[in-house]
């Protein structure tokens, strides 16, 4: 799995790169593999494929922990995640989010281990958004807006280029067209896309303004309740109250039990064992 899923996210970062189509063509046939052989009957991933897996282990491995390099099921999910943006496939995004809801069970307690995973988590809670640049490659306008697009910080952001054609191979660029005879940048989540620009400078407020429109809210804030007498900044840290005098309790034995007086909020604890007195 981690073979073919690394290879077809290579295949995908070569066609934002070089805008050649033979690299998605390259990455639909290496994720239908993954599909086809490393598909569970529930959805799940597994590291080794259906027709080579030994009957001797009793189960086929699958191993959630990502390292210096991504786990097979991590690098799945990233490279079925930007394959469905560039082609809406509905299946490859469902099973990317099927892949990363396994991760939560060690995500709390391992963030290190399932680093690439909760990479490929932020993408898919921020879209991925999707950037389609129409345009001439050697127009000077269009080339400034895919490196505008490219020095975006937003996480696993897909980017495609390509000259205006009715029958584009990547199915983003169906539909988009120039503007006024001139290269436009599409902005896209989903599929769908807000209104094209042509300049540069617009294509970057267009990827600011959806900067927390795929995150949930968590509602409005909750203030925290002010302090105790004594625990606001700025305060004395021995407690001011006057000592209260010791008692003595019966318990239902008969023998005596000391209170202990109460030590007011925030006061220093004093690493010194009070004894009863009398």
């Known amino acids: 799995l981690e073979d073919y899923a690394d290879l077809a996210e290579g295949a995908l970062a070569l066609l934002s790169a070089t805008d050649e189509p033979r690299w998605l063509r390259l990455a639909d046939r290496l994720l239908a593999t993954v599909?086809?052989?490393?598909?569970?009957?529930?959805?799940?991933?597994?590291d080794t494929?259906?027709?080579?897996?030994?009957?001797?282990l009793g189960r086929r491995p699958q191993d959630p922990t990502d390292s210096a390099t991504p786990s097979g099921r991590s690098a799945a999910a990233q490279a079925m995640l930007t394959f469905a943006a560039l082609t809406g496939s509905a299946q490859h995004r469902e099973v990317a989010e099927r892949a990363q809801g396994t991760d939560q069970a060690v995500a709390p307690q391992a963030p290190r281990f399932?680093?690439?995973?909760?990479?490929?988590?932020?993408?898919?809670?921020?879209?991925?958004?999707?950037?389609?640049?129409?345009?001439?490659?050697?127009?000077?306008?269009?080339?400034?807006?895919?490196?505008?697009?490219?020095?975006?910080?937003?996480p696993g952001l897909v980017l495609?280029?390509?000259?205006?054609?009715?029958?584009?191979?990547?199915?983003?660029?169906?539909?988009?067209?120039?503007?006024?005879?001139?290269?436009?940048?599409?902005?896209?989540?989903?599929?769908?896309?807000?209104?094209?620009?042509?300049?540069?400078?617009?294509?970057?407020?267009?990827?600011?303004?959806?900067?927390?429109?795929?995150?949930?809210?968590?509602?409005?804030?909750?203030r925290r309740p002010a302090p105790p007498p004594g625990c606001a900044r700025g305060a004395p840290r021995r407690a001011t109250t006057p000592r209260r005098p010791w008692t003595r309790r019966r318990t239902p034995r008969g023998?005596?039990?000391?209170?202990?007086?109460?030590?007011?909020?925030?006061?220093?604890?004093?690493?010194?064992?009070?004894?009863a007195r009398g």
């Open 35 to 46: 599909l086809d052989q490393f598909l569970g009957e529930g959805g799940e991933l597994y």
């Open 49 to 56: 494929a259906a027709d080579a897996t030994d009957p001797r």
């Open 114 to 154: 399932v680093a690439w995973a909760l990479a490929a988590a932020e993408a898919g809670v921020d879209g991925p958004l999707e950037v389609a640049v129409v345009g001439p490659p050697e127009d000077p306008s269009t080339a400034a807006l895919v490196d505008e697009a490219r020095m975006s910080p937003r």
């Open 160 to 222: 495609v280029a390509g000259p205006p054609d009715d029958d584009p191979v990547v199915p983003l660029l169906r539909g988009r067209g120039l503007v006024q005879g001139r290269p436009a940048a599409y902005v896209c989540r989903g599929m769908r896309c807000d209104r094209p620009v042509t300049d540069p400078d617009d294509l970057r407020r267009a990827l600011a303004a959806r900067r927390t429109s795929g995150v949930r809210s968590r509602g409005p804030a909750r």
């Open 255 to 275: 023998r005596p039990r000391t209170r202990r007086r109460r030590r007011p909020p925030c006061a220093p604890r004093s690493g010194r064992r009070w004894r």
